[in-house]
T-cell receptor, first 114, second 113 residues
């Protein structure tokens, strides 16, 4: 079975500080992993995806994530937080099978303080 | 611009009434999905469809029904059998390849009183 766990439902950082949002997955086969961002009352927007081409994946808005097989992790980082980064972030893994069934983590709400 | 349109954005209904949420896409995607979002629970899959005239139950299909008569459209009906229908509903689509990300609409917030 595949699942994804996001550590920390709420993360608060100061503007300009490092953003680190944690995601661990469990999978018996190499996974496809995604990070999405959701702003209030909106849908989800893809930040980045890992599909085994490179372990360090760069996404939009200055975010990046590193796939670490030994740690079964896919943490999301950004060197310097901006006020506009305040949102909810979801890590997701594709369930193995013949279709794109995404399994989502519970989400991490990021607050950015001046 | 291509995208997914969900309507209406806000919907209010009385308990015991069925309600249908609209989802239309012009991305020419084969696969479409309905997710339910509740605070602190992430997104849970209700139904998905890989091709026209075919759909499968997701993890929480009870109390919901769907149809897929056209490639562009995947409406979701929340029936009176759904015990706790108040939630944020998200529709998504994808080309269908296994590593393709999902594209999401902006959601419909349903409130049942």
């Amino acid at each position: 079975a595949q699942s994804v766990t996001q550590l920390g439902s709420h993360v608060s950082v100061s503007e300009g500080a490092l953003v680190l949002l944690r995601c661990n997955y469990s999978s018996s086969v190499p996974p496809y992993l995604f990070w999405y961002v959701q702003y209030p009352n909106q849908g989800l927007q893809l930040l980045l995806k890992y599909t085994s081409a490179a372990t360090l994946v760069k996404g939009i808005n200055g975010f990046e994530a590193e796939f670490k097989k030994s740690e079964t992790s896919f943490h999301l980082t950004k060197p310097s937080a901006h006020m506009s980064d305040a949102a909810e972030y979801f890590c997701a893994v594709i369930l193995s099978g013949g279709y794109n069934k995404l399994i989502f983590g519970a989400g991490t709400r990021l607050a950015v303080h001046p | 611009d291509g995208g997914i349109t969900q309507s209406p954005k806000y919907l209010f209904r009385k308990e015991g009434q069925n309600v249908t949420l609209s989802c239309e896409q012009n991305l020419n995607h084969d696969a479409m999905y309905w997710y339910r979002q509740d605070p602190g629970q992430g997104l849970r899959l209700i139904y998905y469809s890989q091709i026209v005239n075919d759909f499968q139950k997701g993890d929480i299909a009870e109390g919901y029904s769907v149809s897929r008569e056209k490639k562009e459209s995947f409406p979701l009906t929340v029936t009176s059998a759904q015990k706790n229908p108040t939630a944020f509903y998200l529709c998504a689509s994808s080309p269908g390849q296994r590593n393709s990300p999902l594209h999401f609409g902006n959601g419909t917030r349903l409130t049942v009183t």
